[in-house]
């Protein structure tokens, strides 16, 4: 079974170790500690990884704390120099694209929906601009340049430049 197992690892190029808040209490059937069983499938595929040179991310869930080197046997100490991620049920949605995104990153694959992304944020980029234009001409004062006859038989000549006015009797 360890054969099966190396050479499931050895074709991963990412192994998510979940490390919940009993990871190092947990116990097998005769009442030992599990990580401390060198027969353990959870040691063996964690240890398997770590010997392959996998990608190797330790991710923290139930509020879970990572390991100290010294709690681990020899062949996980490793996994507790990698830096954690941490799965939280109130930034869960939060979380998990955290932890895609470095999935992405180590193995090389694009969001799928990158394309998508693209998108969206054209066409927010164009409805902002045609917004900003349709605000700059709101916004445009009115055009006051010309002649105007005030009520005493007078008149004002006005010129405009966008806001600024000059006006002369």
């Not at 499931?8 to 190092?24: E, H, P, Q, S």
């Not at 990572?66 to 490793?78: F, G, Q, R, S, V």
């Not at 799965?87 to 990153?105: F, G, H, K, M």
């Not at 394309?115 to 006051?144: C, F, H, M, Q, W």
Request: hydrophobic share 45%.
């Amino acid at each position: 079974f360890m054969q099966t197992i190396d050479a499931a690892i050895a074709r991963c190029d990412v192994l998510a170790v979940l490390i919940g808040n009993t990871w190092l209490a947990e116990r097998n059937a005769d009442g030992g500690m599990r990580l401390n069983d060198p027969d353990d499938f959870v040691r063996l595929e964690v240890a398997s990884g770590l010997r392959a040179k996998t990608h190797v991310i330790p991710v923290l869930v139930e509020g879970a704390a990572m390991p100290a080197e010294t709690d681990l046997p020899a062949d996980l100490k490793p996994i507790a120099r990698i830096q954690a991620l941490e799965l939280s049920d109130t930034r869960w949605e939060y979380d998990v694209q955290r932890l895609a995104q470095v999935v992405r990153t180590l193995t090389g694959v694009k969001s799928p929906h990158k394309r998508a992304y693209l998108l969206i944020g054209g066409a927010a980029v164009l409805a902002v601009i045609a917004g900003a234009s349709g605000y700059v001409a709101l916004k445009r004062p009115p055009e006051l340049s010309g002649q105007w006859m005030l009520p005493n038989g007078s008149f004002w000549m006005v010129q405009q430049n966008g806001h600024d006015l000059k006006i002369e009797e």
